[in-house]
């Protein structure tokens, strides 16, 4: 009979006999493997902890007691054994639970959280607040190793070490975050009492102790004891200690007989702790464990052979973008790209492999990553910064202060801009143009198709100045490719199609929807003229001017926030030219997070198809009191 069938909350857990939790942990993988494998989601991650997972919860009195997850992309076996197991199969699915915690969605999730580097901050918070309310549960962060790199992180455990509250704080030390780690403090942690050579050393050490006559086995338990000490005075003495932790471990996260009687005791100490717990990414299915990246979040695949269930014919945009910047590099020996621990994610594998020398991935460091392209920059080098527009929120003080202010180079490359689908609220790209377009400077494009990018990302390489390009998770449109890229003129929209009924004014991804839209217009005599801005920022003010002052009725359309975005910054040319009076719709995401699901659902539900923009110009044209039947 199934052990996880019986599970609905963590007091159900508890009743497992301890020699049972192996196989419980068995069944929690393959339900992962399952529901991942039809969905897509971050597997390695999540098979990597279901022991840490499971012995927490054992232990713990949750809800009671609190479990942060940093990131919370590892929080899968939560999810499970705290009342979602029959929900599970709607893991990342519109309407179903979310990939990441949700305090909306249980009790048991204490902190919402996408984006690394959070957990100890919060944790620290809900100590202190435990301890003004004068409670005394437990309150427990589990920090991923690529986490560390964070300055967050740091900054939040010198808070906690000065305290000195009671606070757990469980390094997952998988050796990897979302690519490769990188940088000394990772290299710290894992070299030292993890490698190959330090093992070997020990054991042979071991046999040759255990060998002598009478005392080899006394000695051998002084030499753990010894070692253990080093580990106190090495480790936690450079680091740790020096923010004010006790260290525990290393210890191998995946054996309940070390996990568990090490965690029940670690969660009796006073003060801040932290436990060195040693995991594997991956853990349970064999292509998790050779390519950890790919599987870190991966599409839906086929649950036999890790391969994914379909594979486009079609390049990405990220594709595209990279493989034009990898063109450009070869003629420029000054373009350097870096990213933050987003190499796969970002495309720069590419560039990496390709240029070594001329790439750098600073680990999971946005606010770094930023300032090191300015210094750069500063030195005449043509930095390119690929991240996730989602990410770069993280940054938004560096663009400002340390590129813009002075003007510098640095090329923004913003994937994942708009709707991302599955990763719902932490990960939608909504806000980039908004935070970007009032910043001084700052030049802010977007492409409504891969020929298009290719020559924007040219035009970024070109600018003596801070630029940004901006483009969409997915498939290219699939249209014919200009022979080389070329530098557009900065600031200049197109004027797709003339009209004088209604303008449509649109910035990349949904300049094709509206111009789908405009043609069925047309089929019912309404003339629609069509405008690629092509520039949130600076925006071609006269060829706005020319197309409205010519029409009864504008929509703009943005797959971003209204609030502050393209559209606003429409209204605002028109009002500064004296336009007024002319009826308008601002179509693009509402002032509320959006939550996970299909992106051609989303955009359907948001208005940003070609039928949304259609059903809004007819209705703002009705509303201007046109009326189409008369005009036949």
């Not at 069938?5 to 857990?13: E, F, V, Y």
């Not at 499970?80 to 969605?105: A, N, P, W, Y």
């Not at 010894?226 to 290393?250: D, M, N, Q």
């Not at 059903?615 to 039947?629: I, N, T």
């Amino acid at each position: 009979m199934s052990l996880l069938k019986k599970i609905d909350s963590p007091a159900d857990l508890k009743r497992v006999p301890v020699e049972q939790l192996s196989a419980l942990a068995e069944e929690i993988r393959e339900q992962i493997i399952s529901a991942t494998s039809a969905a897509g989601g971050h597997l390695s991650s999540n098979l990597g902890v279901v022991e840490l997972t499971l012995a927490l919860h054992y232990l713990l009195d949750t809800p009671k007691d609190k479990i942060v997850w940093d990131t919370s992309n590892q929080a899968y076996t939560h999810k499970l054994l705290t009342g979602r197991r029959e929900t599970f199969h709607t893991l990342r699915q519109h309407g179903g639970i979310s990939g990441f915690c949700k305090r909306e969605e249980s009790i048991y999730d204490t902190f919402n959280a996408g984006h690394a580097g959070t957990g100890v901050s919060a944790a620290v918070g809900m100590a202190v607040a435990r301890d003004l309310a004068e409670q005394h549960h437990k309150v427990v962060c589990v920090v991923g190793d690529g986490a560390m790199t964070s300055g967050m992180t740091l900054e939040a455990m010198q808070h906690a070490g000065s305290l000195h509250k009671n606070l757990l704080v469980i390094l997952n030390d998988n050796q990897m975050s979302i690519s490769q780690n990188v940088g000394s403090l990772s290299a710290y942690l894992n070299r030292t009492f993890t490698g190959e050579f330090m093992t070997h050393i020990k054991e042979e050490a071991k046999h040759l102790i255990q060998a002598i006559p009478r005392v080899g086995d006394q000695i051998s338990r002084m030499a753990h004891r010894a070692e253990e000490l080093a580990k106190g005075l090495i480790l936690p003495g450079v680091l740790f200690e020096e923010l004010g932790f006790r260290y525990v471990g290393p210890i191998d996260g995946h054996g309940f007989e070390q996990l568990l009687p090490t965690l029940e005791n670690v969660l009796k100490l006073q003060g801040p702790t932290l436990l060195h717990v040693i995991t594997k990414k991956g853990l349970g299915y064999e292509p998790a464990m050779k390519d950890p990246v790919w599987f870190h979040a991966c599409p839906a695949f086929v649950r036999e052979t890790g391969q994914p269930a379909a594979k486009s014919s079609k390049p990405s945009y990220t594709a595209v973008a990279i493989n034009t910047l990898c063109r450009l590099a070869r003629e420029d020996k000054r373009i350097v790209a870096i990213t933050a621990a987003m190499c796969d994610g970002t495309g720069l594998n590419a560039f990496a492999r390709e240029f070594p020398e001329r790439f750098h991935d600073v680990g999971i460091a946005e606010q770094h990553a930023l300032t090191f392209a300015a210094g750069l920059a500063t030195q005449g080098v043509r930095p390119v910064v690929a991240m996730y527009s989602t990410f770069l929120q993280r940054a938004y003080d560096q663009v400002v202060h340390d590129v813009a202010t002075q003007n510098l180079p640095v090329s923004l490359f913003i994937d994942r801009g708009g709707l991302v689908a599955e990763d719902g609220t932490t990960h939608h790209g909504a806000f980039d143009y908004a935070f970007l377009r009032h910043v001084p400077n700052m030049v802010v494009m977007a492409p409504k198709d891969e020929n298009e990018l290719q020559h924007m990302v040219k035009t970024c390489l070109n600018h003596e100045g801070p630029s940004s390009v901006r483009y969409s998770r997915g498939s290219v449109w699939g249209v014919s490719m200009d022979a080389e890229p070329k530098a557009l003129p900065i600031g200049q929209g197109e004027l797709l199609r003339e009209g004088h009924d209604v303008a449509l004014i649109a910035i990349g991804i949904t300049v094709l929807p509206a111009l789908q839209a405009a043609e069925r217009l047309a089929e019912e005599g309404i003339s629609a003229a069509v405008v690629n801005a092509r520039f949130v920022k600076p925006l071609d003010h006269a060829l706005i001017a020319r197309v409205t002052g010519g029409v009864r009725c504008l929509v703009t359309v943005e797959e971003g926030c209204r609030m502050g975005g393209f559209g606003s910054a429409v209204l605002e040319s028109l009002s500064e030219q004296g336009i007024g009076n002319l009826p308008t719709k601002v179509l693009g995401l509402p002032d509320q997070y959006v939550e996970q699901g299909p992106q051609d659902l989303l955009r359907a539900q948001h208005g940003l198809t070609a039928d949304g923009i259609y059903e809004e110009a007819k209705a703002l044209l009705a509303k201007a009191g046109l009326q189409v039947e008369e005009r036949f």
